[in-house]
């Protein structure tokens, strides 16, 4: 059957005479609600885990800083003088690599170091975090 504008027109009342009956309610299935209604027409993701990989791909990561001569000597003293009064209170700003992606964030933490292994090559606090001592990039002794 082929539409056609001027059939349409001419049929336009075609439904009076079931225009004015009750709606059909079925004795077997029960009212869907209107949430459920909705949902049947929500869109379908055929590709999961799409979206996340675009946001992962999207987020930025930082290079690692590389310091220069004077600042790894400072970096130096510091550690030394952090390693002669521990255990001490410090706040440690240090290079954290990202897990998924190259590059990572710098990062400052505060607390009380409690030792730094040298076999390790770890700085370790009270509170069980330890920081490599090849990321620190700053140290401030408060």
């Known amino acids: 059957m082929t539409y056609d504008m001027f059939n349409f027109l001419e049929d336009e009342h075609q439904y009076d005479d079931i225009i004015s009956l009750p709606h059909h309610v079925s004795a077997n299935r029960k009212h869907m609600s209107n949430r459920d209604r909705a949902a049947q027409f929500s869109p379908f993701a055929a590709l999961t885990g799409y979206e996340d990989s675009v946001k992962e791909a999207a ?17 130096d003293s510091r550690m030394n003088e952090m390693i002669d009064s521990l255990p001490c209170e410090a ?39 330890r920081i490599p001592t090849e990321d620190i990039l700053g140290i401030r002794l408060l």
């Open 59 to 75: 987020r930025l990561t930082d290079k690692r800083p590389e310091p220069d001569d004077d600042q790894k000597e400072l970096l």
């Open 91 to 129: 706040e440690l700003t240090y290079f954290l690599p990202d897990k998924n992606k190259s590059g990572g964030a710098v990062v400052t933490v505060c607390g009380i170091v409690r030792l730094v292994d040298e076999y390790e090559k770890m700085a370790v606090f009270t509170d069980g975090r």
